[in-house]
């Protein structure tokens, strides 16, 4: 038996995007494994780009803005769901944290961290009483680089474990986050001056080498299995070392030698 576990089990992957996402690698480590992964993306748009890269799943559209109608689509026993969902209007360029917009804050708290809720709630049915619910945060809810979603995402760190007491009432469903160091992925290149805190935490992790997508996908996937039954209402930090490496001598130095 292989260590995962996950062989015949199913899973609901939400948010795959493109084939660097979180989500892409992650159910297909899950499928590598033998299990089966059904598809929710947030719009029309989106269909084609799953279904080509995961030619004969079940994919079906699922707007978190304004759909309430989960459970029904699915419509079938899950051993666990993934939400890597997350939105933030920068089309205008970075702005002073001071002047973010009500109404882009507002959105984007609902795609990036409410519809954990409301997605959940919708799948009570169809959960298994073990199952796993698993989303994607990021390793510092505090790097104000990060603009308005980290306000956001530190929102979504402190809902799993609200989330995890809601479902011990009634389950042994578990809820936890994997908070992610920074990642090459289409979603985070529209972050305004990404690229540059990309290669910083690059420069910060203890190997020297950025974190891969394929690392975060692992523990996702970890998180998924009956092997990790002990860990609940938790954010796994994931980011290769860099959280502890704020003063690392060879980054001060080269700093240093600017000044």
Known sequence: MNFLDVAGRTFLISGVANKKSVAFFTARTLIEHGATC?????????????????????????????????????????????????????????????????????????????????????????????ASIVTISISNTRATSYGYLGPIKAMLDATVPYLAKSFSDFSRIRVNAVGAGPLKTSASAGIPDYIDNYLFAEALTLRRAALETQEVANTVCFLLSPKSSGINATTVLVDAGMSCNTFDQAVVKTFAKKI
Do not use: W
Not at 78 to 102: C, I, M, Q, W, Y
């Open 38 to 130: 059904l598809f929710s993306v947030q719009s029309e748009a989106h269909l084609p780009a799953v279904t080509k890269l995961f030619p004969g799943s079940e994919c079906f559209v699922f707007d978190v803005e304004k759909d309430r109608d989960l459970g029904a689509k699915v419509a079938r026993p899950l051993d666990g769901f993934v939400h890597s969902l997350a939105f933030a209007n920068f089309s205008e360029g970075p702005k002073p944290f001071l002047e973010t917009k009500r109404e882009d804050y507002l959105q984007a708290a609902q795609i990036s961290c409410f519809s954990l809720v409301e997605m959940s709630h919708q799948l009570r049915e169809c959960l298994v009483p073990t």
